[in-house]
């Protein structure tokens, strides 16, 4: 399904699951990474591309009752999911707004702007986050965490999940997204002209017997398919949606490998003054 906004995994059901495991898996990461960045409470704090809320809920509980969070997402339908797990959370602190990135204005400037995995989803990262730091008062606070894509792999290294890992790459490459903008946060925080970011990166890994990390790897792969398909890649095998599952967790077993998910890089920095 197309989302409007070039999202390539869409917002069909599965990828709504595929999101809210990838939030439980890399909740410690992305929580302890603002707590590093310095989210305190009292803060007035965006997040940018909030999907399901995962990262606004984490800074809403960072922020506390004296502060606000406001998750803004270009896809509507998301957005209520978000409102009903942050009641469920019982929280009264995060609002939720329909909004791309590239359009968004507001009335009186943040204390900090914060997104998760959203960077490497737009055409223009630079230009996305030079807007967003203009949204952000003075000494106020830019956090962005994105995946290293690539840098999933198996240890020791399974062929077969090395392949599913170089399809996706790929097809993500393909589709118009980033697989490196880890990496490269150093590199769009200076062209946004901001200063060097503080940097950290955390990475799930275990067992592909482990039903979150197969169904890591799987719910990416299952969302990408039609795309690797559509740009013609070479998938042979893999296509077999049905068997795959079993093939890797067998493989994986029997080199008595783990699985290590995309690492996920969190920088930081502060708005220069003046
Ligand atoms: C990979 S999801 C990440 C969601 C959430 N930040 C998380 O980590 O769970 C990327 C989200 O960015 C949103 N998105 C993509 N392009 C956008 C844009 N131009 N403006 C606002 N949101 C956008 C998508 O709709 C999607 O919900």
Redesign the pocket.
Known sequence: MS?G???V?G?HDPEVER?LL??RLYRGHTEHALRQAGLEPGMRVL??????G??SIAAAHLVGPAGSVTG????AS?LDLAALRAAEAGLSNVTFRH????ELDAPRPFDAVI????LM??PDPVA?LRRLVGLVRPGGLVSFQDFEVSGARSAPAVPLFERVRDVIVQAFRGAGATTETGTALPGIFHAAGLPMPALTMGACLGPLSDPDILGFVMGVWRALSPVAVQLGLDVGDLADLDRLPARLVAEAAEAGAIAILPPLVSAWARVPAG
């Open positions: 989302t906004t070039g999202y995994l917002h999101l990838q939030g997040d940018v591309g909030c999907g399901p995962d990262v803004v997402d270009a896809q998301i909004a791309a990135v590239e997104g998760r995995l959203i989803h737009l996305a």
